[in-house]
């Protein structure tokens, strides 16, 4: 899946909020300052090339939706990143954000007790 610039995934993340939406809808929803019309016009233009978003055309207006959902450009991006800074190593990516100092320690023992909850599931599965 093709990459998204920052201006790209910021009309994204509106789409992806409303789930389907006019211009002027996705407008409202851009934090100040507002870009122009036209420049949001062109990024939908290229969300669209790039096989993210779609249209159903009223007129001479078209309504907007995401082809790509969230969890979906989520799940691609971070195998990305795993892929180039952590060798596909889940255990490397884990370790460096572990020992980030932003982490406070109720968010690693929470962290500990979702990996345990996931380890219980999928030993019961294996066994069902």
Do not use: C
């Not at 932003?102 to 599965?125: A, F, G, H, V, W």
């Amino acid at each position: 899946m093709k990459q998204l610039t920052k201006a790209e995934e910021a009309v994204m993340q509106i789409l992806w909020k409303i789930q389907k939406g006019f211009l002027a809808d996705i407008m409202k929803e851009m934090p100040d300052p507002k870009p122009a019309n036209s420049t949001v016009s062109t990024f939908i233009k290229i969300l669209e090339r790039k096989g993210f978003i779609s249209h159903r055309t009223y007129g001479k207006i078209h309504e907007y939706f995401p082809r790509v959902s969230k969890e979906q450009y989520t799940k691609d991006h971070l195998n990305g990143l795993l892929e180039k800074y952590f060798s596909n190593s889940y255990t490397k990516m884990v370790s460096f954000l572990s020992k980030s100092e932003d982490l406070s320690i109720q968010e690693i023992e929470e962290i500990i007790t979702m990996l345990q909850n996931q380890m219980k599931e999928r030993k019961n599965k294996r066994h069902e």
